[in-house]
């Protein structure tokens, strides 16, 4: 596993959390606000340049309190974003592993040069014999006769996966 990839969307995950977090922290802090401005317009009836300037207090706290919702909004978009990726991500590292596994040690087996053509065999072994073809593709297919030889002037053996013909014998 790439170890930036999966610690990146960790990160950006807290991060978001982080930031949803002191949002909503600071959402509340504006409610608190506007309530103690209301109280404090109960308390100003009869002074109308404290009325005015409480009703414009009142205006400021309702449009932060706009912003922050907004902020929120973004917040929560930016965690599904980052549940999506990671998910994403644990895909890909499944299919990764899947095809690792998959993968042939090459190091066990050789080339051999067989009449025309080229087949491959365990190391140091003589058969079974394998399409070089689909070795290249990492796939281990055994190659089966024809009923030729060399003699006939035809090939020898054919994949029955990838039907390659090969002059071996
Ligand atoms: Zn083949």
Do not use: W
Request: charged residues 25%; negative net charge.
């Amino acid at each position: 596993m790439p170890p930036g990839a999966s610690r990146g969307g960790r990160l950006a995950s807290m991060e978001a959390t982080a930031v949803l977090g002191a949002v909503t922290a600071a959402a509340g802090s504006v409610k608190a606000v506007v309530e103690a401005i209301n109280a404090a317009r109960a308390k100003a009836k009869g002074n109308k340049a404290a009325m005015a300037a409480l009703v414009e207090a009142h205006d400021l706290a309702l449009s932060l309190q706009t912003s922050l919702f907004e902020a929120k909004e973004q917040a929560f978009a930016l965690q599904e974003e980052n549940r999506q990726l990671r998910e994403e991500n644990r895909q890909l590292q499944a299919k990764i592993s899947e095809c690792e596994a998959r993968a042939l040690d090459r190091e066990d087996y050789e080339l051999k040069k067989m009449r025309n053509n080229v087949a491959v065999v365990p190391k140091g072994e003589t058969s079974p014999l394998y399409c070089p073809s689909c070795f290249e593709a990492n796939e281990l297919n055994i190659l089966g006769n024809t009923g030729f030889t060399s003699r006939d002037n035809m090939p020898s053996h054919v994949c029955p996966v990838c039907q390659n013909y090969y002059e071996l014998t």
